[in-house]
């Protein structure tokens, strides 16, 4: 019997989702081994001839229409990349990003002509793509951002910063939020899509250094003056962004939810491997009885978060996934595999402790999975709420 063992439920389950789940465990067996893996954290990003032969294998834009070039599929199938990824220690590539959190506010909110614009490139790696909503002085309190759009003819003056962008460091294509009211609060944030290479004033910031995730690129952006054609407001409409953001948010801790748990398999299978292997005491690790007991609490934490993870994604492909619940699955998953990694360093001992163990990089890595995409304190608010 394998460390996690939890079957599909029937609505996960048919050929073509098997089929896929294979097609991407090839991509990465054959793309993304150790060396490429060192390779991305070394240099702090991964490289954009990686995302064109992602696109080239269908992986990017799964859930992107047929129309704008996508494959037009449902959210399990970013769910299976999202799974394997992080069962392959491979989630320094920000698929996620890219396709799940980034690209719906496009084929959702943009109009005809800005999905035609965009999309396809997104879909062969051509465009990266990005979110610009953190500011120094607004995180989790988007309200408070201080980025402003002013129109000025058919254009947009914007200047402002951002800061923790993911994909910043190579992104082509930012959608970005910014107050086109500012006396408007919340009704007052429109999200524009800026083309880097087609502007004047967009500068990026060095490359910040992070506790973990080495390998996913995040950065500053700086806007002085920069106009954007105000053909580039995303809908057409100015006000509707924090709409927009609010409406994504559950799908993107869900998106989060789902990275989490394909790391906290993968560390608990190879934990298995290692204490079945490591020579203790006349037996093995895990022969001791205290090692079953760890095993045995961290499988069962994997497997009622999964179980929830399963029930939630049924939610949301039926478009019944609420806030609430969606934070519970983000707030429980990735608390789950922070203490399921956890358990599992601390039975590989010393070798546990070294860079070069998958384990100690995945330590690293879940780490920020407790703090982007709202922090569980944040979550624990919106649960509240629902009481």
């Given at each position: 019997m394998s460390a996690f063992d939890l079957p599909r439920p029937a609505f996960m389950d048919d050929e073509e989702i098997r089929m896929f789940a294979d097609s991407?465990?090839?991509?990465?067996?054959?793309?993304?081994?150790?060396?490429?893996?060192?390779?991305?954290r070394e240099q702090g990003y991964v490289e954009q001839d990686f995302w064109r032969k992602a696109g080239d294998a269908g992986i990017l834009g799964v859930s992107i229409p047929e129309a704008y070039g996508g494959s037009g599929l449902d959210f399990r199938y970013d769910a299976v990349v999202m799974e394997r990824q992080g069962r392959k220690h491979a989630l320094n590539f920000a698929f996620s990003l890219h396709s799940t959190v980034v690209a719906p506010y496009i084929y959702h909110y943009a109009t005809e002509e800005q999905c035609k614009a965009w999309l396809p490139g997104a879909v062969s790696g051509d465009t990266l793509l990005a979110v610009a909503m953190t500011e120094p002085g607004a995180g989790s309190d988007l309200q408070g951002m201080k980025t402003t759009a002013i129109r000025d003819g058919d254009h947009y003056?914007?200047?402002g910063q951002k800061t923790f962008i993911?994909?910043?460091?190579?992104?082509?294509?930012v959608v970005l939020a910014a107050k086109t009211d500012p006396s408007a609060g919340a009704k007052g944030i429109s999200l524009f899509a800026v083309e880097v290479d087609k502007v004047e004033?967009?500068?990026?910031?060095?490359?910040?250094?992070?506790?973990?995730q080495e390998g996913r690129d995040t950065a500053e952006l700086f806007f002085t003056d920069m106009r954007v054609p105000a053909e580039n407001l995303i809908g057409g409409v100015e006000g509707q962004g924090f709409r927009m953001l609010m409406e994504?948010?559950?799908?993107?801790?869900?998106?989060?939810?789902w990275q989490a748990m394909g790391m906290m398999e993968a560390a608990l299978e190879i934990t298995v491997e290692h204490a079945k292997q490591r020579k203790m005491f006349g037996g093995t690790l895990f022969d001791q009885q205290n090692t079953k007991f760890k095993l045995a609490e961290c499988k069962t934490r994997a497997t009622v978060a999964k179980t929830f993870l399963y029930h939630c994604t049924e939610q949301l492909l039926a478009k019944k996934l609420d806030a609430a619940t969606a934070s519970m699955a983000k707030l429980f998953v990735t608390e789950a595999q922070a203490f399921v990694i956890d358990e599992c360093l601390q039975l590989f001992g010393g070798y546990g402790y070294m860079t070069e163990y998958p384990i100690a990089e995945m330590y690293k890595d879940a780490r920020a999975f407790r703090i982007y995409g709202g922090a569980s304190e944040i979550m624990k608010l919106l649960i509240a709420r629902s009481i």
């Open positions: 991407v465990d090839r991509f990465l067996d054959t793309n993304a081994g150790p060396a490429t893996l060192t390779q991305w003056v914007i200047n993911s994909n910043g460091h190579a992104c082509s294509l004033g967009f500068e990026r910031g060095r490359l910040l250094h992070k506790l973990g994504q948010l559950p799908k993107e801790r869900l998106v989060i939810a």
